[in-house]
T-cell receptor, first 115, second 111 residues
Framework: GAVVSQHPSWVICKSGTSVKIECRSL??????MFWYRQFPKQSLMLMAT?????????EQGVEKDKFLINHASLTLSTLTVTSAHPEDSSFYIC???????????FGSGTQLSVL | SQQGEEDPQALSIQEGENATMNCSYK?????LQWYRQNSGRGLVHLIL?????REKHSGRLRVTLDTSKKSSSLLITASRAADTASYFC???????????FGQGTTLQVKP
């Protein structure tokens, strides 16, 4: 089946630094990818929709200047957490659909810890 | 928030027993999906049920959907220890791929 690869799996960084997370569709093209964040023992919250070749669409309350999304190709979307702070520590996970978006494939997630 | 609710929040059963999880949502939907998440891992798609369907089966999984009550249930029959995980329902209002997740049910199956 289709595979979505997310990298890195975990990252620890100092407060004030920026962190880039990659989401790749390995064997299919994804014009749209989605980014979610998940706090411990909580559900997934949609952050933004990443559109290939155009600007991302952010959900209400998500700072677009804080969470930069780039979808430069049909197989790669990146999420950059800029000037990370401890409150940005969370599990970030992406998803992509193959063809019809009824069935989505999720990456394995990235655990971000900001010290 | 448009997130739905799931109950129970936590469920602990013995291997071989059935596990039932319920999900309620707030808006009209195009489809409802159930996902499984092992601790600290990504999500695995289990089953999708469309708004015009009432029941769907996949192996040991049975999903029902009641659009009049805006609710769904996931039944796992003959549970195994390997079924231990968190289970989430997610709704797609416009078949866009944008999913609104429920709060999740943490299932523990004791061997």
């Amino acid at each position: 089946g289709a595979v979505v690869s997310q990298h890195p799996s975990w990252v620890i960084c100092k407060s004030g630094t920026s962190v880039k997370i990659e989401c790749r569709s390995l064997d299919f093209q994804a014009t749209t990818m989605f980014w979610y964040r998940q706090f411990p023992k909580q559900s997934l919250m949609l952050m933004a929709t990443s559109n290939e070749g155009s600007k991302a669409t952010y959900e209400q309350g998500v700072e677009k200047d804080k969470f930069l999304i780039n979808h430069a190709s049909l197989t790669l979307s990146t999420l950059t957490v800029t000037s990370a702070h401890p409150e940005d520590s969370s599990f970030y996970i992406c998803s992509a659909g193959e063809g019809a978006v009824e069935k989505l494939f999720f990456g394995s997630g990235t655990q971000l810890s900001v010290l | 928030s448009q997130q739905g609710e799931e109950d129970p929040q936590a469920l602990s059963i013995q291997e071989g027993e059935n596990a039932t999880m319920n999900c309620s949502y707030k808006t009209s939907i195009n489809n409802l999906q159930w996902y499984r998440q092992n601790s600290g891992r990504g999500l695995v798609h289990l089953i999708l049920i469309r708004s015009n369907e009432r029941e769907k089966h996949s192996g040991r999984l049975r999903v029902t959907l009641d659009t009049s009550k805006k609710s769904s249930s996931l039944l796992i029959t003959a549970s195994r220890a390997a079924d231990t995980a968190s289970y989430f329902c997610a709704t797609d209002a416009g078949n866009t791929g944008k999913l609104i997740f429920g709060q999740g049910t943490t299932l523990q199956v004791k061997p």
